[in-house]
């Protein structure tokens, strides 16, 4: 009788924590109409205006501006090209400079890119042979970049510092961690002592210990999964981490101490990335690549771009 009323103890603490986590799942609709983006749709960034950026706007290698201003109620925005970038270049994600100048991962021509959103021209931040191809950045108050950079072939990855040099217009790449798996999404938290940092194929999300000069340092490992993959990840502002899901089509959301907190249910499968914006910083835009738009719902913590 008592192994029985353990067991279903445990039962009912997990259809308890079960239906925690689908109790706090936010409405989800689209922001966007569907295919107006590529395959690669990816890299959402909110500038200091408000404005949404998303790579890979009709065709690759392309910018789309999303115009979130005044939409109302049930009504889709619309997305214009904002920039392209040099031929042979195709963006992936995007990061916001203290200028509002937007860093580029261009994953295709092994470059780190840098455009001016007053002039709209791009040129070559950092150039590097050694670059698989970068995948996602992250972005100090300090203006040190990290970068993701795996390599999908081998399962393996690179993981980058990029400091700006005096003129800010150039950077300098140093090889922080090498023996990763697929490294892909990458944040770090609002106080910035901790750098995430996530492998897709091995399905493991590790914590550094960063510090003001960017040097990490005692990894650990944050958390693991069975199943799906990993994409892009941000922090709202509590320090909860926003985990995108490929393939299973939730935004899982952590605890500081890498407790799974719930998991918000999106309309498609394939998310590669999302950001906070809105006049709070608590609407999230989340990119999906099967449905090649972009998907929104709100959240009572906001975060940062």
Known sequence: MQRFLLQL????????????LQSHAQPVRDLTAEQ?????CEGPVVDGRGRLFVVNFERDGTI????TERLKEGT???????ATLPSGSIGNSLRMGKRGEIYIADYKAHNILLLDTTTKTVHEYVHSERFNQPNDLCITSQGVLFASDPNWKDSTGKLWRIDPTGDGLTGRAILIDSAMGTTNGITCS????TLYVNESLQRRIWAYRLDKAGNIAQKRLFASFTDFGLDGMKCDNAG????????????????PKGTLIREIPLKGKDCSNLTFGGKDGKTVYVTMQDRKCV???????????
Not at 36 to 40: A, I, K, Q, W, Y
Not at 295 to 305: L, S, W
């Open 9 to 20: 103890s445990a039962i009912v603490a997990l259809s308890v924590n079960f239906a925690t």
């Open 36 to 40: 107006l983006f590529t395959r690669n």
């Open 64 to 67: 789309g501006l999303v115009k």
């Open 76 to 82: 889709k925005a619309e997305v214009e090209r904002f």
């Open 190 to 193: 609002p106080d910035e002592t």
């Open 240 to 255: 909860n981490l926003y985990v995108t899901r490929y393939g299973k089509g939730v935004i899982a959301v952590f605890s």
């Open 295 to 305: 998907e929104t719902f709100r959240v009572d913590i906001g975060g940062k771009q």
